[in-house]
Each structure stands twice: as structure tokens, then as C-alpha cells.
């Protein structure tokens, strides 16, 4: 029988927090052995999620946390500026992160990068754990080859804290990889409206749409001469983002090296 994966979840009372409970709770080899929450320090998981089977302490403390629980790896789904922090923390205990939360800046993101690697702690950042988002952006990288001009249109609930999503992102430095960098559109074309035209990353522009009764989707559309070519993804509910949860946990405690985007990590 394979080993027990002890895990720490941070933001579990986050949307993504609760399904992955479910999952972990689920899955015979892992184990759910302390969460990490900005508020309710030494509460029991089961006083903030009462449906809860296999309850476990509550840390605010990510450092305590660690040295306390021994856990193996920590997933992590709170928000960035925190996911950096107690990434940061875990992998100086030698606690493997996979981390979903998005919005990571260029330069935390080089950080972990250094610190894992260095440290020779297997790290994983998914900026989306959905099979098909994964796959929508390696067809689109491939699309990329053969139409130069493109435009990403992410849609996200109206919850979501950062814009462009961490998948918007990721699709537009996958398409950088292969396009020549050119600024698309009309030379002199004016913005009548303020961000009407959206973000620009490398002259491709990128939508944010943020409305009630979305979940998380993305549509990225080519366009050449008589003709527009369109991949898109969709997310209806949060157990579509779990298989990649689960490998990227399997996965994690494997390796020694950073890893950004489940696409370097499916056969
Ligand atoms: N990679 C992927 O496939 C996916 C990634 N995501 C990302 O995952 C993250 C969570 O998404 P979602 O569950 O929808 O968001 P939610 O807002 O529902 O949950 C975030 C949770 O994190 C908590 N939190 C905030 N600060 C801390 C902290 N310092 N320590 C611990 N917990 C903290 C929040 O608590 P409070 O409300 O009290 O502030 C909240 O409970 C986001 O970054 C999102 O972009 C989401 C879906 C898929
Ligand atoms: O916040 C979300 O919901 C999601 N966030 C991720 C992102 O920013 O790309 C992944 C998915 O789109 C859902």
C-alpha cells in the first residue's frame, strides 16, 4: 500500500477550501492532519465546517503549524498574498506546497522557484487544476503557431479577487512562447472608453468578465483573414478542479524541483 500523504489545507472554509476537504476526506492515502485559517487559532476544524468526518486542529500560525503536524505537503487555497507566506514557511520546514491560489506576483513566484529548488523540495503552482483548462491552453499555445492574432476572454464569478485570472495569465505566457511579440489591431486605434480594448500582455489583450452565476471559463479566439478559430473551457462546479488537486498532491511528494502549471506534470 502506498504511503499515508499527510497534507495541511489552507482557506478551508473557502469555497475551493470545502470541496478539497471532501476530496482528501475521500482518498484513502491522504490525510487531512491541520488547516490553516486567518482567524479561529486553536479551534477544531469541526467548529467552522460541522459536516466534517475526520476533524483536525485549526493554525494561524503556518510555522506552528508545521513544526507541530509534520505534514507532508501543504495545499494551498486561501488567497495570494498569504499562499506566499506560509509557501515560503513550508518549504524551509521541507513541507512540499501545491499551491492553486492565484494572483502570485512574477517576482513571489521567482522566489519559491529559488527556495525549492535549492532547498531540493518539490513545489507545484497550478494556476488551474481543471484537466480541460490544461488542455485548452496547450491548444491554444499550439493554435498560437499558425494565428499571431489573439485575444483571451476569461469569465469568473463575481467572488473572484484578482483579475486577469492566474489561467489567463498562464495561456498568454504559453502563447508568448511561441508568437512573435506584435501589438495587434488598428495602429491608430483610440480608446474612447478607459480599459475598453482590456490588458495588454505583449500586444495580446486579455477580458476580465466578473458576473453572478458564473463559475470559472475561458475563451481564447484567433482571428485571421476570413476566418476566427475559438478554444474554450468551462468550469461548472469545483469538483472539476479535484483530479488535478489529487495529482498534483500524488505528484508533489515525488519531486525535488519547482513546477508552475499541471501541464509539465500529466503524461
Ligand atoms: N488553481 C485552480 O484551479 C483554482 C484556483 N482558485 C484560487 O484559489 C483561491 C481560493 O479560491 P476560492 O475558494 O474560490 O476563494 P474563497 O474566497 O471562497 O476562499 C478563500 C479563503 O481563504 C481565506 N483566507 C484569507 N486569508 C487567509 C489566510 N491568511 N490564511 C488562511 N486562509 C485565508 C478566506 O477567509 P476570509 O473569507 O475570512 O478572508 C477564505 O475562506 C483563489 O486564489 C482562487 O483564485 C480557485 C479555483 C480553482
Ligand atoms: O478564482 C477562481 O474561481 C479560479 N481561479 C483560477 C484562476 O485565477 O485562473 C482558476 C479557475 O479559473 C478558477
Known sequence: MDKVVKIVLAGPRGKMGREAIQMIEKTDQFQLVAVIDRINNGRKLSDLIP???????????????????????????????????????????????????????????????????????GCIVAPNFAIGAILMMKFAQLAAKHFSDVEIIELHHDEKRDAPSGTALKTAEMIQTVRQERRQGHPEEKEKLHGVRGGDYSGMKIHSVR?????????????????????????????????????????????????????????
Open 211 to 267: 458576473l453572478p452565476g458564473l463559475v470559472a471559463h475561458q475563451q481564447v479566439m484567433f482571428g485571421s483573414v476570413g476566418e476566427t478559430f475559438t478554444i474554450r473551457h468551462d468550469s461548472y462546479n469545483r469538483t472539476s478542479f479535484m483530479a488535478g488537486v489529487k495529482k498534483s498532491l500524488e505528484t508533489v511528494i515525488h519531486i525535488d524541483t519547482f513546477v508552475y502549471g499541471l501541464e509539465n506534470i500529466l503524461e
Open 51 to 121: 459536516e466534517v468526518k475526520t476533524d483536525c486542529q485549526v493554525y494561524t500560525d503556518a510555522n506552528e503549524c508545521y513544526k507541530e503536524t509534520e505534514p507532508d505537503c501543504l495545499l494551498e487555497l486561501s488567497v495570494a498574498e498569504a499562499a506566499y507566506e506560509h509557501a515560503i514557511a513550508a518549504i524551509r520546514y521541507g513541507v512540499r506546497p501545491v499551491i492553486g491560489a492565484t494572483g502570485l506576483s512574477h517576482g513571489q513566484l521567482t522566489d519559491l522557484e529559488r527556495e525549492a529548488n535549492s532547498r531540493n523540495i
